[in-house]
């Protein structure tokens, strides 16, 4: 079984193992040897297991180059999940939060591991590829998950305050088009077609809920014994309380199918073009099952989760074009910016998803 497995800490993202020591036996009045590693994958917040004695705990901190710190608010993420965990089963529950930069550079916080599988890339467990009927399973698995998270009493579970809903749709889409400009480094001038069309055509806001915004197989951990059951879901950076579908069309934009362009399937974040798949349409109308929901402004939302999918790249891109990082994953992410544009553009002038 592939559990998740952490593995040696990728050049350039180090932590100075000295003064964290320190801070965490302060905090969290740990005993023992400490010992670090870092998660794989990943292309924002960076994930670290800290092992101190038998005792495993996960760090997590903005990206080093960081140039848009209210995407990567650890002190925002630790308290929605502060709040979260409490009243909904696969958010992990934190510890202890450092605004200190002195430390390691930047401000984190710490969390509880969880264990189980991450169904990330190609290289899927032999179960499920074998099994069509586990994959469906999962992918509504994964898309009933979401319903769940959106039919949350945000207001209950304390979190009331966390955004503001009114306007949450124009001002996404808005603050979209200006990151894209912000990071720009090639021109991709069907990236820019796309965000001017999602700029002229923002439909009326859905009823406010929590939405996660980044919602995906890879953000999501699996029952090592059952594949179809979710343990756990991560990296709650961009939470908040906006329009449902917004959300939704994030999640469909990452959902590459068989059958679209191979630029696209090279994107795949899980197990979205096994055999047995659902495809992007069908985990819609799922999704207006399990909720009650009419959706007919799903091929925007759609859209614009491609578009915000492009912008991330963007911004990734740039940190490694203008020096900030020396990863090598990031080296051709400005072809993958460019193939998203193309995309898009035709998802909204065939009016299909």
């Known amino acids: 079984m592939m559990l998740d497995q952490a593995g040696p800490v990728r050049s350039g993202e180090n932590l100075d193992l000295r003064r964290l020591e320190k801070w965490l036996r302060l905090h969290l009045a740990v005993k023992g040897p400490l010992s670090i590693e870092q ?31 209210s995407a990567h608010d650890m002190g925002r993420e630790y308290r929605v ?34 264990h189980g599988v991450v169904l990330r890339g190609n290289n899927m467990p032999k179960q499920l590829v074998s099994d069509p009927d586990a994959v469906r399973r999962s992918g509504l698995s994964l898309i009933d998950n979401l319903a769940a998270l959106h039919a949350l009493d945000f207001k209950a579970a304390g979190l009331g305050d966390f955004g503001k809903p009114a306007g949450y749709t124009e001002r996404q889409v808005t603050g979209w088009n200006e990151r894209y400009d912000k990071a720009k480094t090639d021109r991709c001038p069907e990236v820019e077609q ?4 999602l700029q002229k055509t923002i439909p009326p806001d859905s009823s ?25 879901v991560f990296d709650w950076e961009m939470a908040t309380i906006g329009n449902p579908l917004m959300d939704l069309g994030t999640s469909l934009s990452y959902w590459i199918q068989a059958d679209d362009p191979e630029d696209i399937r090279k994107l795949a974040f899980g197990p979205t073009m096994l055999p047995g798949s659902p495809s992007r349409q069908e985990l819609a109308t799922r999704y207006a099952e399990v909720t009650d929901t009419a959706l007919p402004e799903m091929l925007y939302y759609y859209c614009f989760g491609i578009f915000k999918l492009a912008v991330i790249l963007q911004q990734i891109y740039a940190r490694y074009a203008r020096g900030v ?15 998203l544009g193309r995309f898009g553009i035709s998802a909204a002038e065939s009016a299909q998803y």
Not at 194 to 197: A, F, I, K, S, V
């Open 39 to 69: 998660f794989p994958s990943g292309h924002s917040n960076l994930t670290y297991l800290i092992r101190v004695g038998d005792e495993d705990f996960v760090l997590r901190r903005p990206p080093f180059g960081n140039q848009v710190q």
């Open 81 to 114: 999940l502060s709040r979260l965990c409490e009243v909904y089963a696969p958010a992990p529950r934190p510890y202890v939060y450092c605004e200190d930069t002195n430390i390691i550079g930047d401000e984190f916080y710490i969390m509880e591991r969880r």
């Open 194 to 197: 796309l965000g001017q069309w």
């Open 208 to 232: 406010p809920t929590l939405v996660h915004n980044d919602y995906k197989y890879d953000n999501v951990m699996v029952s090592a014994s059952d594949l179809t059951t979710i343990v756990a």
């Open 325 to 339: 990082t020396k990863d090598a994953r990031f080296a051709g992410m400005n072809s993958e910016v460019a193939a």
